[in-house]
């Protein structure tokens, strides 16, 4: 540097500053251009600064976070963990805390999870308190809290939503949405179930033509760079371009048979190519949503099969010991007791007298009527409970005609390999409310509709007795 003269005619040198000295005088400078979300707050929590990115991120204007306490905008589900480092911040004099997971809440009020580390100020900052850096939540963040949550066997809405999350996530940045595919719908108008937010109009989640439909349809990715541009439906084009939505990543989550299980969809608001990176993100993202949906039919198939007759398709007598606990109507019973059974195994063998049950239970499944419900108790027992007002003055006759139904179905010859096979039924019958007019539990029905079988067993086999009426 050229020496400058002094008042006096001499000459002075202005001091060089070194690079060192450059970076003290601009280091908060340095922390607005870095590439994460800092922010500096004194030992008791208050904001000193913050950097552009966490403005950002949090979508909270500098002015609104500046001078306030840092604990106002962490998840209060958080808030006593926040104070537990903040207290704790004395142990980490010349050493990184961190780094831990934390959430904090933007300016929508949702709660997003970010990761953090704190370091205490250097002196050339020239206050008492922290440096903390926030990094966005990472979709790998949040799939590996749906995995937890998968592993804790949580409920299948909130596994969904969980992984829906990741769409918001970086470095897909945008919002997620799941559409289950629901199976038992029987037309397209409720083809879809919405899992995670829904931007667009209501009506356009099963609407023919979208480029979510074209995925069910197709069970092929249906990506939109850019809404402006052709290749898209008028109704889609439009609909996202009136809620600022400019591209659509549409990913299909198919089922080992093939068929499209699920749809991924993550909307952003600026056009956009799906990346290398982003592409590794929405595959884990739609795997996962596969292992889910798995899942819960694997979970579904086991509680039908733990309450479900292995021979007959029936209820099992697990299942009706817990209709009978948590039944609180006061419903009508028939008792099923099968003639001539026992014979059967002693002349046949075991393997004919299953084929004979199984038989069996299917011709009760087809006698009964809509709302009755078929359990086989025993080994050549079954048990009909009936929802049926007792206090219908028919409901006596409807009974007994159902249970001379069932004895005719029966008493049908049954085919088993090269065997032709006859046997008969014995039903005895209880309504919810005794002949004196008492309400009974569905236990005490079943008891006492499982005496009148014997009644009439005795009588004559093949015959009904019901318990309250006159015979």
Known sequence: MAAQPDEDGSSMHTPTRTPLERIREHSFLLIDVMPVAVFVIDRT????????????????????????????????????????LLNAGSEYHGSIMGPSRIRYVDSTGESHHSQFWAYECPPEIGVA??????????????LATAVAAVAADEPLERNLAAIATSGR????????TILVVEPAS????????????????????????????QSFVTG?????????????DDRSRDAMASVGMR????????????????????????????????????????????????????RAELEVAAHRDALTGVGNRASLNDRIEHETGHLSA????????KSVNDTFGHSVGDD????????????????????????????????????????????????????????????????????????????????????????????????AMYVAKERRPGSVSHADVQS
């Open 45 to 84: 929590g208050n904001i000193l600064y913050v950097n552009q990115r966490l403005v950002d991120m949090v979508g909270i204007s500098r002015e609104a976070l500046l001078g306030h306490s840092a604990l106002e905008f962490i998840d209060p589900h958080d808030i006593e963990f926040a104070l537990d």
């Open 129 to 142: 308190g922290y440096v903390v850096t926030l990094t966005p939540e990472s979709v790998r963040d949040v």
């Open 169 to 176: 996530a970086a470095p897909l940045d945008g919002i997620g």
């Open 186 to 213: 029987s037309t397209e108008v409720e083809r879809f179930r919405t899992v995670g937010p829904w931007p667009l109009k209501s009506e356009l989640i099963n609407a023919a033509g979208t480029p979510w439909h």
């Open 220 to 232: 092929q990715m249906q990506d939109i760079a850019d809404c402006a541009l052709p290749g898209i």
């Open 247 to 298: 591209a659509a990543w549409v990913r299909p989550v198919l089922h080992p048979s093939g068929k499209v299980a699920a749809v991924f969809i993550v909307w952003r608001r600026t056009p956009s190519r799906v990346g290398p990176n982003h592409e590794v993100h929405l595959s884990e993202a739609t795997r996962l949503i596969h292992l889910v949906l798995e899942q819960a039919r694997h």
């Open 334 to 341: 028939l008792f099923i007791d099968l003639d001539q059974f």
């Open 356 to 451: 004979v049950i199984a038989h069996v239970g299917r011709r009760i499944s087809a006698a009964v009527r809509r709302g009755d419900d078929v359990y086989r108790s025993g080994g050549d027992e079954f048990v009909v409970v009936c929802d049926l007002n007792s206090d219908d003055p028919n409901a006596a006759a409807g009974l007994l005609g159902l249970a001379k139904h069932i004895i005719d179905c029966i008493a049908v010859p049954f085919d088993c390999g090269n065997h032709r096979i006859r046997i008969g039924a014995t039903i005895g019958i209880a309504s919810g409310r005794s002949s004196t007019g008492i309400r009974r539990s569905l236990a005490e029905t079943i008891r006492v509709a499982d005496r």
